[in-house]
């Protein structure tokens, strides 16, 4: 999908528990997203949901560069950034 979109940008936070932030433009509009994975041995489900502008610079923030972070860092950023928000996509080894 990122291939043919010219609006995107991807990063990864943390890849030892995997989870990161976005945004892409859908419809001329920028929509912002936040991801976290659930590693299982050969792949990942992964929860990819929308999240506001003031929430993405907040992650940008926090965040500053990719980091080393233990399952407990992850499920902060779950709890923040993913629970509780629309879902944009979700699956075993999807990303947007």
């Not at 943390?14 to 932030?21: K, L, M, T, Y």
């Not at 792949?43 to 999240?51: V, W």
Request: aromatic content about 14%; hydrophobic content about 30%.
């Amino acid at each position: 999908m990122a291939d043919n979109n010219k609006d995107y940008f991807f990063r990864v936070i943390s890849n030892q528990v995997r989870f990161g932030c976005g945004y892409r433009t859908v419809d001329g509009k920028r929509q912002y997203f936040a991801w976290h994975g659930h590693p299982d041995r050969n792949s990942d489900y992964i929860t990819t949901t929308e999240i506001s502008e003031s929430e993405f610079d907040e992650i940008n923030k926090k965040y500053p560069r990719e980091i080393v972070a233990n399952r407990e860092k992850a499920e902060v950023f779950r709890n923040r950034y993913v629970d509780d928000h629309p879902v944009i996509l979700e699956g075993w080894g999807r990303l947007l």
